[in-house]
């Protein structure tokens, strides 16, 4: 019942309702990037208290694209006793003419605005960011999305000259986290359209000799109340939903230099139904919710259960082919 109401997810890009309090200076506290697919690793197992700990181990990972970000805007936020309120916003110059397919970008001078700013009535900054599908080939579509990440960490004043210094630049996978770090992974899961009682709710076969149906509930109810109960399992749509993952740990990120990775992930002939990886990626312990291509967004622990690991050991990535090349 905690999925209620099952039904499609308003937009493709995942909203993020809240993002935990962190210790360290001023940074970002989320990214997002593309799903490429699943391979696996032979890794050294970090876990003290596993059978296999110290020893190597196969582990399945599900592969990102992170190409860099651009950061379109910072806006400032009051706390109310209605929630938070917008206190004022700041867009840059310097922008891609693909955002053009996206928003008409406002025009103004970003050092005006600053200069009219007061601080003491701010509790929240966040960025205004934007990503670069043009950049992957393995997606079709070329609209960046635009999303907020908010900044946290330091002082209010610290975490709005963070912010201010991000303005019309790029930024990168890096900044936000690291291997051997948790993270929570939000995104649209796969849509898989109107399916019946069974496959959606899992519920029981009736008997063989049940009247007319097999794949059917039971009863729609008791004669009172007399109506049908929401909690009742009935067929409906099923997935395309939002969903979040949490505390799934990054077991490696390679970082595009120039023209080239530091790493070849791709298999031959490339990703099933993605294509080539040409930037930077990360390696994600596990699965994640979303079919291939679909964006995902990255944010800190919300609930972390675990500590960070410093020091992870891949020692394989298989690049085998996923399509029997």
């Known amino acids: 019942m905690a999925y209620y109401p099952r039904k499609r997810a308003r937009d493709i890009v995942a909203h993020i309702k809240s993002w935990p309090e962190i210790d360290k200076g001023p940074k970002i506290q989320g990214f997002a990037g593309y799903k490429v697919g699943m391979t696996h690793v032979l890794m050294v197992d970090w876990r003290k208290k596993s059978e296999t700990a110290g020893q190597e181990i196969m582990v399945p990972v599900t592969v990102v694209e992170v190409p860099p970000m651009g950061v379109l805007g910072v806006r400032f936020y009051r ?59 393995g997606v079709p579509s070329k609209t960046p999305e635009i999303m907020e990440i908010r900044v946290g960490g330091g002082t209010v004043d610290q975490r709005i000259d963070f912010a201010v210094q991000k303005l019309g630049k790029e930024i990168n996978f890096s900044d936000f986290s690291e291997p051997g770090k948790l993270v929570d992974v939000i995104a649209v899961t796969k849509g898989k359209g109107f399916q019946g009682h069974v496959k959606r709710f899992g519920i029981k076969l009736l008997p063989r ?49 120039g023209d080239s990775l530091e790493e070849d992930i791709n298999p031959e002939g490339g990703f099933l139904h993605y294509g080539l990886v040409r930037n930077s990626y990360v390696l994600i312990h596990g699965s994640i919710p979303g079919s291939t291509k679909r964006l995902i967004r990255f944010r800190d622990p919300i609930r972390p259960t675990e500590e960070e690991v410093k020091d992870i050991k891949v020692v394989y990535v298989s690049r085998s082919s996923k399509q029997g090349v």
């Open 209 to 257: 000799k049940n009247r007319k149906h097999r794949r059917m509930i039971g009863t729609l109810g008791p004669w009172h109340p007399n109506w049908v109960m929401y909690t009742v399992p009935m067929a409906g749509q099923m997935g395309s939903q939002q969903r979040t993952e949490y505390n799934k740990r990054i077991l490696k990120f390679v970082q595009k230099k």
């Open 79 to 137: 706390k109310t006793t209605y929630g938070f309120q917008v206190a004022g916003e700041v867009w840059t110059n310097n922008i891609d003419r693909e955002l053009s397919r996206s928003i008409n970008v406002p025009k103004n001078s970003p050092e005006e605005k600053l200069k009219n700013l007061d601080r003491s009535s701010i509790d929240e900054v966040r960025l205004i960011v934007y990503t670069k599908p043009f950049l992957v080939t």
